[in-house]
């Protein structure tokens, strides 16, 4: 027992960590690029993530399309059918556990649904959505 | 409560070498890390050397999406590819078959602009690909239950909403 907590916290810690330095390193960007960057906001957040936009293969989506918007159920790859795991790390503890992940993923899917990488403010706003909601 | 301390440090060290040490990953689970979250992991026996260089080389525009990742990853990936190409081994089965029958002028992208996929899989009518189930050609493990473990036969096709296909 005593283990199986020490585990959870030694992860939660981990875990913790490297999103938090993230976050921080997308919060000096932010600041750097907007003087009167007020810290990030779910409701911005949630706006990037549920619009749709003319993506990159030429069709209207938005983040749900393939994530849907309850972060707890698994998504689908709108184009190759392919499943997508939850996003929220409290079902699935993989996720928002490797920098490089989140930023290679991040990127990516900001350039397939806006065909441009996104600011700092916006990808801030988007994680901050992400993580308000489950 | 020294052991205690000590079993923290010890499990978090632990944990920061598993979340940082991708080395360990054989080049094998990075490709299918990187490239099969997306699709199916496709045996890499289907296309040649050549294919898999310029698939590499344009993976920022990789069938209408950014599908780039680290670039010493991606240095792996491309090895792993080109040394398990179709004119890299010794090739059996439908891999050869299929492999065999790209034109040498060619230098297919997709496993299903290769003739011999075409014309095996010319018959299978429109719906039965464009149903959700299924949604595109590329789709392979839809139908062909046993595609991850590189089992193409008939005996392991089975069409959603259709089921056994016999030629």
Redesign the interface.
Known sequence: MK?IS??L???S??YAS?LTDYLDSLDIQAKKDNQGFNGFDKKRGEKIFTSKHLG???KEISCVSCHTNNFTQNGE?L????LIKPLSPKVNPKRF??L?TIK?WI??NF??VYKREGTALEKGDVITYILSKD | MKK?IF??LA??IT??AA?NN?NIMTSKTLYMQECA????GYQTEFLPKRSWIKMMNTLEDHF???????KEDEERVREYLVSNASDSKRTYGDMKKFSRSISSKSTPLAISEIPKFKREHDEVPKRLIIQK????I??CM?CHTDAQKGLYKERNILIPNFGRWDD
């Open positions: 283990l020490l585990l916290l030694t992860f810690l981990s490297v990159k293969k030429g790859n184009f190759t059918g392919k556990v490797k490089k290679k990127k990516r350039k397939d | 205690m079993t923290i499990l978090s944990l920061f979340n991708s979250s997306c699709h199916m209408g999406v950014d599908a780039t990742f680290d189930e299924v949604k595109t590329s789709n839809a």
